[in-house]
């Protein structure tokens, strides 16, 4: 049994995670130092990039479709 591909490629992917932790680790950091609201940004920066980790994730644990018999 193969597994699919998923939406993203090795390389995308590991971008993709380095922008979820950059992201991630940025928004406590700018809550700490910024009086305003603004690191709620970062916060749904990050939430959004996990979105597609995830589905990216899902789309890998699908079987392939058997295309030849």
Same mark, same amino acid.
């Given at each position: 049994?193969?597994?699919? *591909?998923?939406? $993203? ?5 590991? #971008?993709?995670? %380095?922008?979820?932790? !950059? ?6 950091? *700018?809550?700490? $130092? ?5 690191? #709620?940004?970062? %916060?749904?920066?990050? !939430? ?22």
């Amino acid at each position: 049994m193969h597994q699919g *591909s998923g939406i $993203l490629s090795t390389r995308q992917r590991r #971008l993709a995670w %380095l922008g979820f932790l !950059l992201a991630a680790l940025q928004a406590p950091v *700018s809550a700490w $130092l910024v009086a305003d609201e603004s690191w #709620l940004f970062s %916060l749904c920066v990050a !939430l959004m990039v996990a979105t597609v980790i995830i589905a990216d994730d899902a789309a890998r644990r699908r079987p392939a479709n058997a295309t030849g018999d």
